[in-house]
């Protein structure tokens, strides 16, 4: 998808809280939150190297495990 790089910022009037969700090729506000061409879910890479397909009901664990700020485990569905 083409990134329009005279917006004013990232984003532009297409409203806030990018979270992990469902999106499409053709919606051009979808290129600003996290999303994959599976109908389900995405597959995310972990530091540790491991790959795991994670639902799109993870959506409030995606915070979670990117903050470097938390100290508490995450449990990930299975």
Do not use: E, K
Not at 69 to 77: E, I
């Amino acid at each position: 998808m083409p990134v329009d790089m005279n917006m004013f910022h990232v984003g532009a009037g297409c409203g806030g809280a990018y979270y992990f969700r469902p999106g499409r090729t053709d919606r051009p506000c979808d290129r600003y939150h996290f999303w994959s061409l599976h109908p389900r879910g995405g597959n995310w890479l972990f530091a540790d190297g491991s790959c795991r397909f994670l639902s799109y009901q993870a959506r409030d664990l995606i915070p979670a495990l990117a903050s470097i700020a938390g100290q508490d485990p995450v449990m990930l569905p299975d």
